[in-house]
């Protein structure tokens, strides 16, 4: 499996950008995937998670501006991002949790991800 992200950016407070995860060799009919984020000098946090079903969860910081989406056929995960604030600048990490055979819970508890990409750093300005 192998995660690599793009779509990274520098924008201005208010603007959107849409992250792309690639994600080769990773085919799940219960997929479970996340992104993450880490800005400088904190820790790493959840920013949100989809699975199989469709079902999703968020941090509260982005419900209401952040969307995560799945393209199946093409295997890529998507971050939809709008009205950015600058406490939003980080880099962030696509990751997805080892195959299942049954259903399970979105999370973002960043110990169930097993497989992680390189990350792309967003940068918002005011």
């Known amino acids: 499996v192998q995660l690599v992200e793009s779509g990274g950016g520098s924008v201005q407070t208010g603007g959107s950008l849409r992250l792309s995860c690639d994600a080769s060799g990773y085919s799940c009919r219960w997929y479970s995937m996340a992104w993450f984020r880490q800005a400088p000098g904190k820790e790493r946090e959840g920013v949100a998670s989809v699975v199989g079903d469709g079902t999703t969860t968020y941090a509260d910081s982005v419900k209401g501006r952040f969307t995560i989406s799945v393209d199946n056929a093409n295997n890529t995960l998507y971050l939809e991002m709008n009205t950015l604030k600058p406490e939003d600048t980080a880099l962030y990490y696509c990751?997805?949790?080892?195959?299942?055979?049954?259903?399970?819970?979105?999370?973002?508890?960043?110990?169930?991800?097993?497989?992680w990409g390189q990350g792309t750093q967003v940068t918002v300005s005011s």
């Open positions: 990751a997805a949790r080892l195959c299942a055979n049954y259903y399970r819970a979105p999370t973002l508890r960043s110990a169930e991800y097993r497989y």
